[in-house]
């Protein structure tokens, strides 16, 4: 039977407190989640339901399809209990792999070890079986397999996307301290934007949040913009099933007739990038964008949308006694242009977000690569209805 349509443990990972995005995400594509983790979510199906989680995805990072699981107290373990695999079936003769792993074990101090264990189970177990030895390296462009390994317990994985989904392959340009592209859909994902009204992002600097925000409007899905998968690279694959799901991606585009994307900095550097990003995504006709400082941003009126701002918080860009200055002069921004919008302050310094003067109604949590992260929803009243401030007794 073809791993294609075999049904098996299929384990979706993505960074620190993306999960609750991936989930809906899988939920919208028709999959019932087993289980959600801090770093994944969980389900069962077939390297064919591989295909089209990895096409359509924007918050995750692999997609991992379980082939063998095992107790293992030593690497010796591992190399035996996968000499037994039949690698012939899912590795094409002359073929190319690599091995990933995730190793937490008292034997190891070093994860390339146990992925050397891997690869030599593999390559004498085909070697023995075809006569052929295949070729492997450390690029991810080939099949791949992945170890996870906790104490004594270990499981094995065909990595069925290779390069993580979490960028999304349009980007060229990245910018400065760039987000990456699956943070980016994640935030957006947690919004309170209805995919119709005015998304409006000040210091957009080389553009992914107000590319990604595009694209989710449109429904239009990552998949195609990356040409290579590792479920590409295993024996039995159908291209067939592959392109079958690129029509449905290119068929579920959507027009949103007068949504208006406005994306501004004060680089001209950072809009030129932006735009050329825009246009690798195909959005660039979608975001309107401009050269100004953030307070000079275009919030078109009664549109009741969102406003997103991003801004430096210290850690890795700008000096923190000018960046005090600067949220305090977002909070006036959204306090006299964006009544009626929802804003959203994503920042990785809390004690810069309590310039804004502006109390939160909500706090989400998030992280960028290591910074423990909050984005911060403003429910921005208008008309004779008082903006909410800090001092305000909570509800």
Known sequence: MSLYTTVAPITITCNKRLAPYVEQEVKELGFTPDETFVTGVRLRGTINDCIKLNLNLRCASQVLYSIKQFEAVNADDIYKNLLTYPWEKVLPDNGYFSVTSNVINPTINNNMFANLRVKDAIVDRLREKTGTRPSTGADLTGAVIHLFWKNESAEVFIDTSGDSLARHGYRKIPGRAPMLEALASSTILATRWDRKSPFVNPMCGSGTVAIEAALIATNTRPGLFRLNYAFMHLTGYDENVYLSEMELLNNQIIDVPGLRIIATDYSDMAIANAR????????????????????ATEVPE???????????????????????????????????????YFGYIFTGNLDLAKKIGLKAKRRIEFYTSIIDCRMMEFELYEGSRRVMRMEDKEE
């Open 276 to 295: 050329k990003n825009a246009l690798a995504a195909g959005v660039a006709d979608l975001i309107e964008f401009s050269m100004c400082d953030f307070e």
């Open 302 to 340: 009664g549109g009741k949308g969102v406003m997103f701002m991003n801004p430096e918080y210290g850690e890795r860009l700008g000096n923190e006694p000018e960046l005090e200055a600067t949220y305090a002069r977002i909070g006036d921004f959204m306090k006299k242009k964006c009544g009626g």
